[in-house]
């Protein structure tokens, strides 16, 4: 062999040897950027992952409180207003005058509160009754276009009286949708400068 030959194949792998070092130093960190990318890639697909849960569940809540908004807004109108309130005693004496029991006496009791959104305002009753006519009249209380309820239902018998063998005293309750309070207003931001102390003068 050749030295001219022998130059040539040192110059050869030298040169081989180089371009090897630069191709390993430039694909290494073409290789690191690539794994940051693929990296940075799997994050923005949880992201968008997370997104569609998120606008599927918000999707799924605003149905639900759709529906309770329709439920409720069905619900205020069959329940009696505060100007009902004043008849009722009316009212019930014409549901026991059909059921053919006598009213004796009414006396209206304290309005209460037990939630936020409705107040219960109670009439206590007396009345001369038969077992089945009474049953009668609270069949009517229940079936009642608006929303009022019969309770603490307490009966006597009277011996020897054969129309109205009963006396019962009962409450019946009207129950009054009361729409919470608005929020109160956020307190305005401070004007800029407020309550800053003026300059002094220079003489």
Same mark, same amino acid.
């Given at each position: 062999?050749?030295p ?12 081989? %040897? ?6 390993y ?11 940051t990318?693929?990296?940075?890639? %799997?994050?923005? !697909? ?21 529906l !309770? ?6 619900l ?15 009212r ?10 006598? !009213?004796?006496?009414?006396?209206n ?6 939630t936020?959104?409705y107040?219960?305002y ?26 009022i309820?019969?309770?603490d239902i307490?009966?006597?018998? %009277?011996?020897?009286r054969?129309?109205y ?6 409450k019946?309750?009207?129950? %009054? ?8 207003p956020?307190?305005?931001?401070p ?6 102390k ?6």
């Open positions: 062999m050749t001219y030959l022998q130059k040539q194949i040192i110059i050869g792998g030298l040169a081989g %040897v180089l371009v090897a070092v630069l191709t130093i430039l694909l290494g960190g073409t290789r690191t950027e690539l794994k990318l693929e990296a940075s890639n %799997v994050t923005l !697909q949880e992201e968008v992952r997370k997104g569609y849960g998120i606008k599927s569940n918000y999707e799924q809540l605003k149905k639900e409180v759709d !309770q908004g329709k439920t409720l807004d069905a205020i109108k069959i329940m009696p207003a505060e100007t009902d309130i004043s008849e009722m005693p009316y019930v004496k014409k549901m026991a005058d059909t059921a053919g029991i006598d !009213q004796v006496s009414f006396s009791e304290a309005p209460t509160k037990p936020e959104y107040t219960v109670p009439v206590q009753f007396e009345f001369r009754a038969g077992y089945h006519s009474f049953g009668e009249f609270a069949s009517q209380v229940s079936g009642f276009e608006k929303i309820s019969i309770s307490e009966m006597t018998r %009277v011996p020897g054969s129309l063998p009963v006396t019962v005293k009962c019946v309750k009207a129950y %009054v949708y009361t729409p919470p309070p608005p929020p109160a956020a307190a305005a931001a004007a800029a400068g407020a309550g800053a003026p300059a002094a003068k220079e003489d």
